[in-house]
């Protein structure tokens, strides 16, 4: 069985900074491409930033030049900087990840729990 738990969220002022981590455990055999994603109250959930196995990223025009996204293959574990938050930025953040497990081999798509992030102005 294949888990992804995140932590990082909380409440900050806007224009302040929080990190987001999500690490992987279980019976993995590799890690594939690995993003997160964000959904505020009444809309759908969106892609923030993506990261691929090669160390690719992209990111929505929302958080360019604000959020980078960066990944530990050593540790399973995808990461979300997010600086000069904003008010708007505010919604529950998921984790995802391509997964190929061990027992069975097979590709899966993961998600994490999710983590509430709150930018007060």
């Known amino acids: 069985q294949v888990q992804l738990v995140e932590s990082g969220g909380g409440l900050v002022q806007a224009g302040g900074s929080l990190r987001l981590s999500c690490a992987a455990s279980?019976?993995?055999?590799?890690?594939?491409?690995m993003g997160w994603y964000r959904q505020a109250p009444g809309k759908q959930r969106e892609l923030v930033a993506g990261v691929t196995t090669g160390g690719s990223t992209n990111y929505a025009d929302s958080v360019k030049g604000r959020f980078t996204i960066s990944r530990d293959n050593a540790r399973n574990t995808v990461y979300l900087q997010m600086n000069s938050l904003k008010p708007e930025d505010t919604a529950v953040y998921y984790c995802n990840a391509k997964i190929t497990s061990r027992y069975p081999r097979r590709l899966g798509d993961y998600w994490g729990q999710g983590t509430q992030v709150t930018v007060s102005s």
């Open positions: 279980g019976s993995i055999s590799s890690m594939n491409d």
